[in-house]
């Protein structure tokens, strides 16, 4: 008779999600490494299954018994909810994010080309004009609410043909469904706010199709809808489901990757005077800024058939929590993990994850970054921060910054 396994609970002695930990959550993350393989905490989502060890995070990405249909065991936790989120959960579990193949791979096919590096560089000379226009004249300012937040929701407009968004309004849809996506815990009323959100989305969305309907374009919304005509995309949830996160997704990965950039840069001086003499290290400084501070430190998949995983038994339904930032730090993949060097050749990425789900938007975002950037590097050469405590938002999964004040150090005259 073989032997039974059971759960382990959690290594590390103390609760993850402590105030420490959104301040810096890479100590917790190298104490859940060297524990051991695989934990199971009660902590997170009421039971889940913690990897934070560079290839066991990409191994599950990219393994299709790991599904990442997950929305219903989310939003639906009680009777109550069933009821009351019917209409959020038919919606949310329909974007492209939360499938598995074929449906995955058939909305999936219908975007690529808007991704595809030629059809993005006709955006970089209108992102670096707006880039100059949103900066005109400041010396000091707050990074987030000057660039950082408004610039990505602009980018996602124009690759969606929407003429003008109003970014208060998205601004808070958004952030009510990042609260949502980053909870822990079942909450009724973070559920209940993004639903209202995503609902608010939909209505926008069911305009502007109305209108691309009469007058396609060449944009993200119009090749959905000539999917939909060819019957690849199904009408209603389906294609409002994609528009929504689209726009969700480019404006809350980018965003936190600004601003995250710009934060870790000016901390490291000597890296971002070097950046001044060697522009051509850009790109490999925007790829080390994606390993060091994440912008999505972490994803989670459902078991889709039992398994054993370094010993431990993995049901069906079980919840398993790909921990992206503890893996970018694993010390048996990343010589020095915890130094930030912008000469380093990282490699694939596991920030935009990897497999099937692979961020699609991932040559937007790096885009953004480079064009973002290269402009201070021009503009602000002796840019500073104004507090050396970063103020961070406190989502768990969105690692992001909530203010980034700074300034321009005017050279005293000789």
Known sequence: MSAVLVRQPLSPSRPIFDAAFFSDPYPTYAELREAGPIHWSEEMFGGAWLLARHADVESVLRDARFSAQRTGGWVMQSQQARGELRAFQQLFARAMLFLDAPDHTRIRSVLNAGFRGEALQRFVPPIERRVDELLAGATEFDFMQALAQPLPAEVMAMLMGIASIDRCDFAAWSADLAA????????????????????????????????????????????????????????????????????????????????????????????????????????????????????????GRRVATDLVLHGQPLRRGDLVIALIGAANRDPRRYAQPDRFDITRRPGDLLSFGAGPHVCIGAGLTLMEAEVVFGRLLRRYPRLHLVDTEPRWSGNPVYRGLSTLPVRQIVAAAR
Not at 282 to 287: E, G, I, K, Q
Request: with cysteine; proline share 4%; net charge neutral.
């Open 180 to 299: 949502f996506i980053g909870a822990t815990e079942t909450s009724p009323y973070l559920a209940q706010r993004a639903q209202a959100s995503l609902l608010a989305m939909r209505r926008y969305f069911e305009q502007l199709i109305q209108r691309r309907r009469l007058a396609p374009g060449d944009d993200l919304v119009s090749r959905l809808l000539q999917a939909e005509s060819a019957g690849t995309v199904q009408s209603g949830a389906e294609l409002l489901a994609q528009c929504a996160m689209l726009l969700f997704a480019g404006y809350e990965t980018t965003r936190n990757l600004l601003g995250n950039g710009l934060q870790v840069l000016l901390s490291h001086p000597e890296q971002w005077q070097r950046l001044q003499r060697e522009p051509d290290l850009l790109t490999a400084a925007v790829r080390e800024v994606l390993r060091y501070e994440s912008p999505v430190q972490y994803t």
